[in-house]
Nanobody
């Protein structure tokens, strides 16, 4: 079992920045893939970014490329999402997710690829 706790959300003006944190605990040695998803009010959950724990390889949704950066601190078992140049359309609840096992051909952009989820943290960007 892996527990994930997000923090760092809040209110910012358009063009501002936030850094989200996701602290993992429990059987963190089993983590293979960490991802960030978001869900705006009334909309479906969407993929934001992913990072492979052992290699640091990353992937991003097209909507956030060049603005968001996902990273991890292995010693702290923490994954971060640095969000710059924020837009009102970035407003959503942001969730951290983890997959315990490695597979070569999983669709990391889909929520079903992940086994564990955090409680979410609200990000609101004002215009």
């Amino acid at each position: 079992q892996v527990q994930l706790v997000e923090s760092g959300g809040g209110l910012v003006q358009a063009g501002g920045s936030l850094r989200l944190s996701c602290a993992a605990s429990g059987r963190t040695g089993s983590m293979h893939l960490l991802g960030w998803f978001r869900q705006a009010s009334g909309k479906e959950r969407e993929f934001v970014a992913a990072i492979w724990w052992s290699t640091g390889m990353t992937n991003y949704a097209d909507s956030v490329k060049g603005r968001f950066t996902i990273s991890r601190d292995n010693g702290k078992n923490t994954v971060y999402l640095q969000m710059n140049s924020l837009k009102p359309e970035d407003t959503a609840v942001y969730y951290c997710a983890a997959r315990r096992d490695g597979t070569l051909f999983i669709d990391y952009r889909q929520g079903y690829a992940y086994n564990y989820w955090g409680q979410g943290t609200q990000v609101t960007v004002s215009s």
